[in-house]
């Protein structure tokens, strides 16, 4: 399952904000609307939540949470390491270990 940084709390300790991603719901058939459910939650499904993790937590996706710094952390997964940082949708980093199809690095915004 996929995942998004979703921000951070640092009470009682630094943890991330997990947000577990489920696969968008097929398209509905031709000719019929998709409405949402009472409550604004989707068709079908609820609401995911964000969930807290530390380091040495396991993420929806398998990996694991290695450490957070300021507002990036990184996971490691089969000896990849990857960086994400808050707001950014895909990786800001990956360590040589980690292969081309696995992930490519978003490039980082200079300041």
Do not use: H
């Not at 995911?48 to 290695?66: F, H, Y």
């Not at 710094?69 to 980093?93: A, F, K």
């Amino acid at each position: 399952m996929s995942w998004r940084l979703a921000g951070f709390v640092n009470d009682p300790e630094v943890a991330a904000l997990i947000m577990p991603q489920a696969r968008p719901a097929p398209p509905p058939a031709p000719g019929t609307r998709r409405n949402p459910a009472p409550g604004g939650a989707p068709a079908g499904g609820a609401i995911a939540q964000a969930e807290r993790a530390v380091a040495g937590d396991t993420l929806p996706d398998g990996s694991k949470l290695v450490a957070i710094e300021g507002d990036t952390i990184t996971t490691e997964l089969d000896g990849c390491r990857l960086v994400y940082q808050l707001y950014r949708p895909e990786p800001v980093s990956a360590s040589p270990t980690c292969a081309e199809t696995t992930a490519t690095a978003e490039p980082r915004k200079t300041e």
